[in-house]
Nanobody, 126 residues
Framework: VQLQASGGGLVQAGGSLRLSCAASGGTFSDYSMGWFRQAPGNEREFVAA????????YYADSARGRFAISRDNAKNTVYLEMNSLKLEDTAVYYCAAPSASEAMGVIIKGTGIKYWGKGTLVTVSS
């Protein structure tokens, strides 16, 4: 499975941005999907996860209430809508997937990621 994230850029604090991650090479609906991010000098951290059908989602505390993860299985794409962006949201954002049929819990734990996309940089300015 290949993952390609896009949609990053420069945005002012308080603004919004939508990231996309296009998947290829597998049956997209077989995979839970997630977003992670890595800020300069920090370790990569979990942001959000979504189940195969999109019926279940889960967020890191830092993202809950501001970010929304969704997916379109017909388009093989997962999205991360980010609102009320803060300076501390500045990071490289990565989409990720575990093995097929793995529940999204392994994404949340960060222990079962098998596929990583190349990151997309989000820079939030004051």
């Amino acid at each position: 499975v290949q993952l390609q994230a896009s949609g990053g850029g420069l945005v002012q604090a308080g603004g919004s941005l939508r990231l996309s991650c296009a998947a290829s090479g597998g049956t997209f609906s077989d995979y839970s999907m997630g977003w992670f991010r890595q800020a300069p000098g920090n370790e990569r951290e979990f942001v959000a996860a979504i189940s195969w059908t999109g019926g279940s989602t889960y967020y890191a505390d830092s993202a809950r209430g501001r970010f929304a993860i969704s997916r379109d299985n017909a388009k093989n794409t997962v999205y991360l809508e980010m609102n009320s962006l803060k300076l501390e949201d500045t990071a490289v954002y990565y989409c990720a997937a575990p093995s097929a049929s793995e529940a999204m819990g392994v994404i949340i734990k960060g222990t079962g990621i098998k596929y990583w996309g190349k990151g997309t940089l989000v820079t939030v300015s004051s």
